[in-house]
């Protein structure tokens, strides 16, 4: 026999699904699984199950949508007050909203904001959504292994919930928010499944008109959810899945723009949170370059928000100690004095020619740096020693550059025997560091061939350049951190692949016109550049 309970417990679900506002089938299914309610007994743990279910569904923003802030100003204004710079995105976002302006709908693109930690990928999503006047949702990816956290259950288990998409959508109450995918680079797969292939029916626009969540059983439509995700490294993300998405690089900031980050945002903002007055801390240019330079090393902002805050609190603990305190002026000897002695020294680098010592360029997930390489040429056995924690692609430099060095050794006067009675010995210091990557391959050929023949290099030059046996200089990537990094050290002179030529119109102008870059296609062109006759 029924217990009243459940029958009117299941005429108000049927109420519910008369005004919910969806597609046909939804209601159909829902009007099926509601007659199976009636027919279990009230306490049953089947009727729980079919409970949750129906609930879930009603939640679910079927055809609830939200209307777009179609203002194009307002979007690049809300986008300019969160972040400095960042052109690129800035004006993709603008594009797309420009383009729904006209037709009225658009496939939602998927964007891949990839770039070093700290540069503010998670918060210009946010700022993306609160310019289109959007529902914002953040899914963490991280560590995810199991298809079914993307997926959902199948009802048959016990405890079977929704995957996170549809758990997001019911979150955001609208079938067009902003979801943010963060840190889909860091998603691992094991045995049950991979949940990376999961995300390719989420991820394309063709296929994700009818999403099928395993819980669910039914089709929901996130084509209009404009989904932005965000990587650190794009080496890790599948072919398939990195071809779905439209990337992005965030590259780090320069000098000159983390000052004035810290300018308009950090420092008002850590002024704020630590409970000062707007203008209680004053700090003038020189000495907030000061903080950038020996404080920080790192391609974001992370590092330097927290040096600044670690400035205000040291204030703030002085202000309760003396209430008197007056308004600070920041000088170079206070902030020795609150945050110890420098952390990065910037040594100049020797600019006297030198042979066997070459500087390198590299690019490292915080940013550029300039890498001396030394080679030493000793008589032995014609062995070939690499030391400095080098990858394998790096040593594989190496030794093509060596076998280049044979096959010329008579045009550089080098006796021909050279491989079978004299130990190379390639040193990169800091050998703690691990360093990989085919762009050293010029500098190590040059600093051996100079070590060989005994002319020097001059030390005002840095180079980057992958080699080939016939001595054919290919392009590499990172071009815009190495040569920022290069100016730092005060190099004035860079040789590049010819086929980085476009790269150097990234580099910001006032760089650009203080360096004399050569572009070569074949190491000969180095060797005229960069090697000296004999002392």
Not at 171 to 178: D, F, H, L, Y
Request: aromatic share 6%; proline share 5%; net charge negative.
């Amino acid at each position: 026999e029924l217990d009243g309970g459940t029958i009117t417990e299941a005429e108000e679900y049927e109420a519910d699904v008369e005004k919910l506002d969806s597609p046909q089938y939804v209601k159909d299914k829902l009007k099926r699984e509601i007659k199976r309610l009636k027919s279990l007994a009230g306490n049953n743990a089947e009727a729980n199950v079919e409970r949750t279910y129906i609930e879930t569904c009603l939640e679910l923003p079927w055809n609830v949508s939200t209307e777009d802030n179609k203002d194009i100003d307002n979007a690049a204004k809300v986008l300019d007050s969160d972040h400095y710079g960042m052109k690129d995105i800035k004006e993709r976002i603008l594009e797309s909203l420009a383009v729904r302006n006209i037709t009225g709908s658009g496939k939602a693109p998927v964007i891949c904001l990839a770039g070093p930690p700290g540069v503010g990928k998670t918060s210009i999503a946010k700022s993306v959504a609160r310019s289109l006047g959007r529902h914002f949702v953040r899914i963490s990816l991280g560590g995810v292994r199991d298809e079914a956290e993307i997926r959902g259950h199948r009802r048959t288990y016990i405890g079977a919930i929704p995957g996170r998409i549809i758990n997001a959508m019911k979150e955001a109450k609208s079938k067009n928010p902003v979801i943010l995918l963060d840190e889909i680079d860091k998603m691992a797969s094991d045995f049950k499944g991979d949940p990376t292939s999961a995300m390719l029916e989420v991820l394309d626009p063709e296929q994700n008109k009818y999403f099928v969540d395993h819980y669910l059983e039914l089709p929901f439509d996130l084509s209009k959810v404009l989904f932005i995700t965000t990587a650190n490294d794009l080496r890790n993300i599948p072919r398939p899945l990195y071809d779905r998405m439209e990337v992005i690089d965030i590259e780090g900031y320069l000098e000159e723009e983390k000052l004035e980050i810290v300018k308009n945002f950090v420092l008002k903002k850590q002024l704020k949170e630590n409970g000062l007055s707007k203008d209680f801390i004053k700090m003038d240019d020189e000495v907030i370059k000061y903080v950038i330079n020996r404080y920080t090393r790192e391609a974001g902002v992370r590092q330097l928000e927290r040096t600044i805050g670690k400035l205000c609190r040291k204030v703030v603990k002085e202000m309760v100690e003396n209430p008197k305190l007056k308004p600070v002026t920041m000088t170079k000897e206070l902030v020795v004095k609150y945050l110890g002695k420098e952390k990065y020294r910037q040594e100049p680098l020797d600019m006297n020619p030198q042979v066997g010592l070459v500087n390198g360029l590299a690019w490292t997930a915080v940013g550029g740096v300039t890498l001396e390489i030394e080679v030493s040429v000793l008589p032995g056995k014609g062995q070939i020693v690499l030391t400095g924690m080098m990858g394998d692609v790096m040593k594989e430099s190496a030794r093509t550059g060596i076998s280049y060095i044979r096959s010329i050794a008579d045009k550089l006067d080098i006796e021909p025997e050279f491989y079978k009675n004299k130990d190379i010995h390639i040193h990169i210091p800091e050998g703690a560091t691990p360093k990989d990557g085919p762009s050293a391959g010029i500098t190590m050929t040059l600093a051996t061939i100079s070590a060989l023949t005994n002319r020097p290099v001059p030390g005002n030059i840095a180079m980057t350049g992958e080699i080939t046996l016939r001595g054919r200089v290919l392009a590499v990537g990172g071009v815009r951190e190495k040569v920022l990094a290069a100016y730092r050290m005060g190099i004035r002179k860079i040789i590049l692949p010819k086929e980085c030529e476009a790269d150097i119109e990234k580099i910001p102008e006032t760089v650009r016109n203080d360096i004399e870059f050569v572009l070569v296609d074949k190491m000969e062109e180095v060797l005229e550049v960069a090697l000296l006759e004999r002392m």
